[in-house]
């Protein structure tokens, strides 16, 4: 089942959604505790089962509406078996530990011995100091018992962060965050080694500038707006833009600042698109949001070597609607006052996920903001997030578009 990559790929945000990875949650849900919870970006202690429910029926939903859901483990687990993709998926993860010769020593025959499976959950849930059995030298004497030598990762939950496709490439971004650095090696291995996605071209990669997923919207073809704020840094905008440029994937990327703050971490936590011309929105930042048009001045051989022209700030929407060259590009006002406003927000009202145009998956627990947003024309699919919503992210945080539907020209 090798591919070119070339059925894999998103030109929008709305295009009819064929193919999506999510990853459902698992044991690196366990890891979590009031000590570490902060340090690991949730916020509170999931019930495990009950957000795996919560999960299923996200992705049944999307099944429901003819959505190919592919697993982030599964994924990992079938790249595993490829031995190339075991050494390397050993050697980087082990490069980052400063746990001393013994214990990496040992710890890489430990990960060399596990099966696939066994290692895609070594390298999700972590591996904590008891949990090894040898290796014992001073590392392991002196660390507690419960402390990991390998991280989990429990926000691999929001695939949307750690890939993003851009027309037919795929960008492996680059996490802010230490909690989530490492998830960028296992999206990289499963882009590069897997045989449906072997020959699938990359842009960008984790050792570049930080951009986070949440914070590149595809808001047309050839418009791309990438939030600047907590996660992803100007440096950050500035080299996908060098990148999309010079791959010829977009003509505008326009550069959206925002509030450095927990709440609005990424772009997608106050915008989304939901139709081919209709942008839902946290009113409280509706009036202040402003881009900078960034587009090509002139080529070059490589894309460091590029000039950018940078325009003045605008406000957000008539600097899109210029970009994406339509009238206007609608925000549906969710009409809310400010406190329900920032309720629905921080419980990710504003973070849908597109189907089709005017069709989105909604958390059902933002009641105003969806009830406004089926006056707006939004057919909403609502799916439960209690347990899921700890981690801070909704519906398009939890999925990554591996492959949309083009929209008519
Ligand atoms: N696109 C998104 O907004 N993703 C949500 C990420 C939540 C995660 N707990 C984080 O802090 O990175």
Redesign the pocket.
């Known amino acids: 089942m090798t591919s070119t990559g070339a059925e894999h790929g998103a030109s929008s945000e709305v295009g009819r959604l064929q193919t999506v990875m999510l990853h459902r949650p698992g044991n690196e849900l366990k890891r979590l505790t009031p000590r570490n919870n902060d340090k690991l ?2 916020d509170g202690i999931p019930w495990v089962a009950r957000a795996q429910e919560e999960h299923d029926a996200f992705a049944q939903a999307l099944r429901d509406r003819d959505v190919e859901v592919l697993y982030l483990t599964e994924l990992l687990t079938e790249t595993l078996e490829s031995e190339v993709a075991r050494n390397h998926a050993i050697t980087s993860a082990l490069s980052g530990l400063h746990l001393g010769d013994t214990m990496r020593g040992y710890l890489a025959r430990f990960l060399r011995e596990a099966s696939p499976a066994e290692l895609t959950d070594y390298l999700t849930a972590g591996i904590r100091n008891d949990e090894v059995r040898g290796g014992f030298g001073l590392v392991t004497s002196l660390l507690d018992p419960h402390d990991f030598l390998v991280d989990p990762l ?2 691999l939950l ?1 695939t ?2 750690s890939s993003v496709w851009v027309q037919d490439r795929v960008a492996i971004t680059s ?1 802010s ?1 230490p ?2 650095k490492r998830e960028t090696q296992l999206t990289e291995l499963i882009y590069t080694e897997h045989p449906r996605f072997r020959g699938t071209r990359k842009i960008h990669g984790w050792h570049s500038e930080y951009v ?4 590149v919207l595809l808001l047309g073809d050839g418009v791309i707006a990438v939030g600047v704020g907590e ?1 992803t840094t100007p440096a950050g905008v500035e080299r996908l833009a060098r990148q999309v440029f010079h791959a010829d994937l977009a003509h505008t990327v326009l550069a959206v600042p925002i509030a450095q703050e ?1 709440a609005t ?2 772009l ?2 106050v915008c989304t698109m939901v139709d081919v011309d209709k942008i839902v929105m946290y009113p409280n930042v509706a009036d202040s949001l402003t881009a900078y048009a960034v587009t090509l001045a002139e080529g070059a051989e490589s894309d460091a070597e590029l000039t950018l022209r940078v325009a003045d700030a605008e406000p957000f929407l008539v600097a899109a609607a210029k970009a994406m060259q339509i009238d206007t590009l609608h925000q549906i006002d969710t009409g809310l006052d400010p406190v329900t406003a920032e309720r629905e927000q921080w419980d ?1 009202g504003n ?1 849908t996920l597109a189907l089709a145009p005017r069709v989105a998956v909604a958390y059902e627990r933002n009641d105003e903001t969806n009830a406004r947003l089926e006056d707006a024309g939004i057919e909403v699919v609502r799916i439960a997030g209690s347990e899921l919503g700890s ?4 519906p ?2 939890m999925s990554c578009p591996v492959a949309r539907e083009p929209l008519p020209a």
């Open positions: 970006l949730f429990p926000n929001f949307r962060d996490l965050m909690a989530r986070e997923g949440g914070d996660r927990r971490m990424h997608d936590t990710d973070n981690g801070r992210g909704g398009r945080c």
